[in-house]
């Protein structure tokens, strides 16, 4: 019979970067813990899938792995000399693995409709303050370390930064399980190149090209994956049927959906009710999960409002609307030509025409010249931001701003 403190030091295989070690009790019990396990249950790429049908791993899995590069790194700078105490340690893990424990189902769709003007990142913090009384305060340094309040900034950067363990890790299992090569990154090699000086995280200049790949990586994936064509056409048919939901539910004029969602779609919570209501918002939000979205709309396909039902049957079906890309802006003479069409053919109104007819905008840089900088440190110690140090005679354009205007329509639509 093992001792519950053996049992706890488990080995997770993981496909993206094999054997993972859990060395704490207490990231054991918070992987126990039913707030996590529900990230099993929340597709990393929400409705990606559609068009890379590889991509159905989950925020539990991201998680596990970001933790394991946070364990590589600490290691890596206590060996290059830096005192990082067990505690501090500890604590770093703890913020890593519970990063993401806020998010909603299939992503960031929720994060636009169901509650509106709440994200992800103060969800997460939210959980892990509860989780936090839960544990007898043994999370207090993990928040601060969360939070960027921690003496020893570079802990932070190690969570949240331009080259987090956050990143490293979702670029690479996207690419995994995208099957898309481009956005394969030497992640291992980065979190072994990294230093401290001066209390923030820098790259070691063996790691340059590392870094550059990282950041051409990034961008290339960010088009590639995140904004493909498909996957935003996917999105805006998830985010329009939780409108449509949430404005039906206002109205009591909404189909059965799971008690959860129904919760919240007939409710208008503000980070505050989360804050200053009683516990029961937080833990009604942490039943939320993908199976409540794609069952609810299994229920509204065939419900009596046309719009929802017809907007289901599309996303069940995956029946996506075209979505045409470019960097002007697209007439306005072109976008009421196809509202009227669509209008005349479905026999609805203008305002409810904005659920079939999108236009807007989608932006995206590799790497911010704002926030702080990837610092490479050469041997005699002086320090460079990667766009100075890269020998590419582009890298400056990974930091520019790439802005397209998108339009989005039924297929069935022709004009």
């Given at each position: ?14 496909p993206?970067h ?32 559609f ?51 806020g ?55 190690l969570?949240?930064s ?84 949430k ?41 939320l ?41 697209f ?28 236009n ?40 520019k ?10 297929k069935?639509?022709?004009?």
């Amino acid at each position: 019979m093992h001792s519950s403190k053996t049992n706890k030091k488990k080995i997770i295989n993981d496909p993206v970067h094999g054997f993972i070690s859990i060395s704490w009790d207490i990231i054991f019990d918070l992987i126990e813990h039913p707030y996590f396990q529900r990230l099993r249950r929340i597709r990393q790429l929400g409705l990606t899938s559609f068009v890379y049908p590889g991509a159905t791993h989950t925020r539990f899995q991201h998680a596990l792995g970001a933790t394991h590069l946070m364990n590589t790194a600490i290691n890596v700078l206590r060996q290059k000399g830096h005192i990082i105490t067990d505690e501090e340690a500890e604590a770093a893990n703890i913020a890593i693995l519970l990063h993401d424990i806020g998010h909603g189902p299939f992503s960031h769709a929720l994060e636009n409709t169901i509650i509106r003007g709440i994200n992800h990142e103060e969800l997460s913090l939210l959980f892990i303050h509860d989780l936090n009384a839960s544990f007898g305060g043994r999370l207090d340094m993990a928040i601060e370390i969360f939070t960027g309040k921690y003496r020893k900034k570079f802990l932070h950067q190690l969570v949240a930064s331009q080259l987090d363990m956050d990143r490293l890790d979702y670029l690479k299992r996207d690419s995994f399980f995208t099957g898309v090569i481009e956005g394969v990154i030497g992640s291992d090699r980065i979190v072994r190149m990294l230093n401290v000086l001066n209390d923030k995280l820098v790259v070691d200049i063996k790691g340059i090209y590392s870094i550059e790949k990282f950041l051409i990586a990034r961008r290339l994936m960010y088009w590639q994956v995140y904004f493909h064509k498909g996957v935003l056409a996917s999105e805006i048919l998830l985010v329009n049927i939780l409108k449509r939901a949430k404005e039906l539910a206002q109205k009591n004029n909404l189909p059965p959906a799971t008690p959860t969602l129904q919760y919240f779609l007939n409710n208008n919570f503000s980070i505050s009710d989360f804050i200053t209501g009683n516990k029961t918002i937080l833990d009604q939000y942490a039943r939320l999960d993908d199976n409540d979205i794609i069952s609810s709309a299994k229920i509204w396909a065939d419900g009596t409002d046309q719009i929802l039902s017809r907007l289901c049957n599309n996303m069940l079906n995956r029946k996506l609307f075209r979505i045409e890309l470019q960097k002007e802006k697209f007439p306005e003479m072109k976008i009421n030509q196809i509202r009227n069409a669509v209008m005349k053919k479905y026999g609805i109104s203008s305002s409810e025409s904005e659920y079939f007819v999108i236009n807007d905008s989608i932006s995206n840089y590799a790497y911010s010249s704002d926030d702080e900088r990837i610092q490479i440190l050469y041997h005699n110690g002086e320090l460079k931001d990667v766009t100075e140090a890269s020998d590419m005679p582009d890298m400056s354009i990974l930091t520019k701003t790439v802005t397209k205007n998108y339009l989005c329509y039924p297929k069935e639509i022709e004009i």
